[in-house]
């Protein structure tokens, strides 16, 4: 099925690269912050508010862009405004999305984690154990995203994965805002060009 040009062929491939970057994303973060999830409710701890958040976002934003790549290829011209308000709400989301999960991890060294000195190791992992113990099985307690993120290298890193891919996403719908109405534009444009007439 060939790519709907729009009036402007390049800008019209450049969408769906962009759209389906942000669903390979988007699947990404739904895939490891549903582990997160999972792990932490296994333990019977209620998990941090910003996983729930970003969970309940990014499943809501893949749908809409999948559903949306449908109303791309049928070429629905007013669709596309429709597309850029949705994406600039997406946008929103996601900006709130990145500050919120950053807010605690943006001062946490996953390198050092594991590396530190032996007393160093051992206050932290006692503070972690600690902190999981008094909040096990009562309800309304939450473990926070800094002691999840900081209890292991791994978590470490998968929680900065998502926090990137957070911010990547910021990008791509901010492309996607830019690029929904040119397409418009140049639609409209490429639709209203005068025929030659032969005298």
Do not use: H
């Not at 308000?85 to 991890?105: Q, R």
């Amino acid at each position: 099925m060939p790519v709907p040009s729009y009036g402007a062929a390049p800008l019209s491939k450049t969408f769906l690269l962009v759209r389906i970057l942000q669903v390979v994303a988007m699947i990404s973060i739904v895939g490891m912050t549903a582990n997160f999830v999972s792990l932490i409710v296994s333990s019977g701890i209620e998990p941090p508010k910003e996983f729930v958040g970003t969970l309940s976002v990014t499943c809501i934003a893949t749908l809409y862009c999948l559903v949306s790549i449908a109303f791309y290829y049928s070429e629905a011209n007013l669709g596309l405004f429709v597309m850029s308000g949705f994406d600039s709400l997406l946008l929103i989301a996601f900006i709130v999305v990145a500050v919120t999960v950053g807010k605690p991890l943006s001062f946490l060294n996953c390198y050092v984690i594991g590396n530190a000195s032996k007393e160093v190791e051992a206050a932290s992992a006692y503070a972690f154990t600690e902190s999981v113990t008094q909040n096990l099985n009562i309800v309304g307690n939450k473990l926070y995203l800094g002691n999840w993120a900081g209890a292991t290298k791994a978590n470490c890193f998968e929680t900065k994965a998502i926090w990137g891919l957070s911010i990547a996403l910021c990008l791509l719908f901010t492309t996607s805002c830019i690029l929904l109405p040119t397409l418009f534009y140049k639609n409209k444009k490429a639709a209203a060009a005068p025929k030659s007439v032969d005298v």
